[in-house]
């Protein structure tokens, strides 16, 4: 069992109240829990089916050095990178989103 946080923004209602069933959601958006592997990945493929056109950042406790892992979807500047070996986030410039 870890720490799991999963916050979302513009997702659907139906993603939502599936959150809801296995996190305890401490502010719009936010959903926290203890979760094993197996429910995380879970939690993963219903946020991948039922995402719509929001964007999701799952974050979960590991035995790494910076103590966590990560993984998103969806449109958002906030871009994970990867920098020898370190999960770091990259902002894309707006004049970059502007152009898409």
């Known amino acids: 069992m870890s720490l ?5 923004e513009d997702v659907p209602p139906r993603l939502r ?11 719009a958006g936010v959903y926290v829990g203890d979760v094993s592997r197996r429910i995380r990945e879970m939690i993963w493929e219903q946020c991948e ?4 056109g929001g964007n999701i950042a799952m974050i979960w406790a590991t035995g ?3 103590g966590f892992d ?5 449109t958002n500047r906030r871009v994970p990178v990867d920098l ?5 986030v990259s902002f894309t410039p ?3 989103e502007q152009d898409n």
Request: aromatic share 8%; proline share 0%.
């Open 49 to 52: 089916a039922f995402c719509g």
């Open 70 to 74: 990560f993984q998103t979807m969806g």
């Open 4 to 8: 799991l946080v999963v916050v979302t």
């Open 94 to 96: 707006v004049e970059q």
């Open 64 to 66: 790494t050095e910076s």
């Open 17 to 27: 109240g599936r959150l809801a069933i296995w996190l305890l959601q401490v502010r």
């Open 84 to 88: 020898d070996g370190m999960r770091l």
